[in-house]
């Protein structure tokens, strides 16, 4: 005698549903994963590149290309390829002028725009820090005791003091590992 167990779906159909579950699930983590890839090319690259950055033979965007606004007046020079800072090696998004006294700092997933920020040795700037990032990135630089955190969306100030002679680390603490650092540098 048979015995039922109340469906009517063999092993067959099971087998089929568990596989497209899986790979379901497997499409989700990978664009997971793929949002928080430093660098990585925009899904929506129909109308292709930003103006404003450079691309890879790969299609990775580099950084902002030499004279590419750093937003709200802020001028970014340089950028695309990468610097080493503090020996790690990064996507190098141009460098600010901040002898104005203010600097606008864009805060994407794991890159800071501009990766330095110069001025005159021992000034202090206010940085108007933007998260344009889909994540929570932080703005830290520790011989200055600043740790502040920017929102998604959001926007945050911090003041700091440009070091009398060389340069001074800053990172997200969140993403440094990924490569969200950048510095402070005397002119």
């Known amino acids: 005698m048979r015995r039922t167990t109340g469906s009517t779906k063999g ?3 099971r087998r089929r549903v568990l596989v497209t579950v899986a790979a379901l699930l497997n499409a989700v ?3 997971a994963a793929w949002r928080f890839l430093p660098s990585q090319p925009s899904l ?7 103006p404003h950055h450079s691309t890879s033979s790969s299609g990775h965007r580099n950084g902002p290309l030499k004279g590419s606004p750093g937003g709200g007046g802020s001028k970014v020079t340089g950028g695309g390829g990468s610097i080493t800072i503090d020996g790690q090696s990064i996507g190098n998004y141009g460098t600010g002028d901040a002898s104005s006294g203010s600097f606008d700092v864009k805060l994407d997933d794991n890159y800071f725009r501009p990766t330095v920020i110069d001025a005159k040795p021992g000034q202090k ?4 820090l933007e998260n344009e990032g889909g994540a929570l990135h932080n703005f830290q630089l520790d011989s200055q005791s600043i740790d502040t955190d920017v929102a998604s969306g959001h926007k945050q100030e911090v003041t700091v003091t440009i070091p009398k002679s060389g340069t001074l680390k800053f990172v997200c ?3 440094a590992s990924l ?3 950048g ?3 005397a002119k």
């Open 29 to 31: 983590l990978l664009l």
């Open 125 to 128: 700037v206010t940085l108007e």
């Open 183 to 185: 510095e402070l540098k």
């Open 179 to 181: 490569g969200m650092v």
């Open 173 to 175: 603490k969140y993403h």
């Open 11 to 13: 092993p067959a159909t």
């Open 44 to 50: 929506s690259s129909s109308a292709g590149p930003s």
